[in-house]
């Protein structure tokens, strides 16, 4: 099964810290893209980041960036200058032959 | 227009009944796709539309859930004869007829708990 994996169940930051949310996925496909998707609280799942796998270059919107390693199978999430209004459940998906697959999600705690 | 919407948001219904679960897609988006998501856990596939024809079903849909799209505009899906198990999150999103390389949009979802 082609899966993407989250390690890190729970994760904390201090207000105004840094933090980074790591992803692992597997796939046999050569054309695919990778993205963040942001949960918070009882509310909807909004997109933070995108990466096409095709591109070297690294993501970044605002206070997010990616570290895409493909060789390596990997897209980690980096929030800098974290802020409260950050806190939520973060999953990494894949997306390939019309097919989106999430993670199990990391929940993200900013802390005063 | 306001996004994707789904309704209900919150639905209680007793193990054995049926429900029916509605999602309006954004306006400009060809594709619809359902999915379910238990606590803990991510979102899992269940089916997608391109316009109004079913494309693809997942495994865990089984014959007791039936999702339409009759005019390739909104969506409903349908749970006959509710188990506990079905208790879940159900989430809508649509995209453009590219699929999702520039991701999806999200409702707010609905959740149902089957008592």
């Known amino acids: 099964a082609q899966t993407v994996t989250q390690s890190q169940p729970e994760m904390s930051v201090q207000e105004a810290e840094t933090v980074t949310l790591s992803c692992t996925y597997d796939?046999?496909?050569?054309?695919?893209?990778l993205f963040w998707y942001k949960q918070p609280p009882s509310r909807q799942m909004i997109l933070v980041i995108r990466?096409?796998?095709?591109?070297?270059q690294n993501a970044t919107e605002n206070r997010f960036s990616v570290n895409f390693q493909k060789a390596a199978k990997s897209f980690s999430l980096k929030i800098s200058d974290s802020q409260l209004g950050d806190a939520a459940m973060y999953f990494c998906a894949r997306y390939n032959n019309n097919d989106m697959r999430f993670g199990a999600g990391t929940r993200l705690t900013v802390k005063p | 227009d306001t996004g994707v919407s789904q309704d209900p948001r919150h639905k209680i219904t007793k193990r054995g009944q049926n429900v029916t679960f509605r999602c309006d897609p954004i306006s400009e988006h060809n594709r619809l796709y359902w999915y379910r998501q238990t606590l803990g856990q991510g979102p899992e596939f269940l089916t997608y539309f391109q316009n109004e024809a079913q494309l693809e079903k997942s495994r865990l849909l089984s014959d007791r859930f039936s999702a339409e799209r009759p005019k390739g505009s909104f969506s409903t899906l349908e749970i006959q004869r509710t188990e506990q198990g079905d208790s879940a999150m159900y989430l809508c999103a649509s995209s453009y007829n590219s699929g999702g390389r520039e991701g999806y949009t999200f409702g707010s979802g609905t959740r149902l708990t089957v008592v």
């Open positions: 990466q096409e796998a095709y591109k070297q």
């Open positions: 796939t046999s496909e050569s054309d695919y893209y």
